[in-house]
């Protein structure tokens, strides 16, 4: 990860900034809600798929979906690389190792 971009009209002093670029997440696990539904598919994962390939996402990091639907880990990866193919814009351009490495931070759990 290469650091936080701040946006201009938030005022920090030159510390706080030079600090808060320098700031990086040693690992995270996202949660994702509605995970099988339109916007997870169609914005959200293909929008976490950039930040991986532009190395803004920790060097550890787990998504774990949660959906209505009684789905395993591999299914919904499944769903997933589906929706990259349809809606991400990189997705015909990045090799097929980096793509199966975003895949596997992965993980679906049954909520209702």
Known sequence: MKGLTVPRDINLDENRLNFLKRLELDS????????T?????????????NLFLDKKMPHSFSIIGLGRRDWSDEIYQMQVEKSLQT?????GNDD???KKEFLRAFRYCRLD
């Open 28 to 35: 995270m696990t996202f949660v994702l809600f509605g995970a």
């Open 37 to 49: 539904g339109d916007l997870a598919k169609r914005k959200i994962i293909p929008a976490l798929y």
């Open 96 to 98: 097929a190792y980096k």
């Open 87 to 91: 809606f991400s814009r990189r997705s």
